[in-house]
């Protein structure tokens, strides 16, 4: 839905289609999505699964995504304890 024609000549339903509101939402949504797969596969072991099968291979993305999600909060946490003994 959010992919951008490239080449060729965009007929005026595409090209007022690429300027709506929802295919930008669309783009911005996607852009979020690839920055976010990216630093799981940069930094949270998601570089490559050595498991076999989809359940398998959906288990170790969610722990991924877990593992993530718990180093952000505790970053945030030790970033307001860090506040708090400053103030």
């Known amino acids: ?3 951008p024609q490239r080449g ?4 005026a339903a595409r090209a007022a289609f690429e300027k709506s509101r929802a295919f ?4 911005k949504f996607r852009a979020g999505i690839e920055g ?8 949270r072991g998601m570089k490559r699964c050595r498991l076999h099968g989809r359940p398998r291979f959906e288990l170790l993305v969610g722990a991924a995504v877990l ?3 718990l180093l952000i909060i505790a970053a945030r946490l030790q970033a307001e304890s860090a506040r708090r003994r400053a103030a």
């Open 1 to 3: 839905m959010s992919i």
């Open 8 to 11: 060729g000549h965009k007929t």
């Open 24 to 27: 930008k939402r669309a783009q």
């Open 36 to 43: 976010r797969i990216s630093v799981l596969a940069r930094g």
């Open 67 to 69: 593992a993530n999600n």
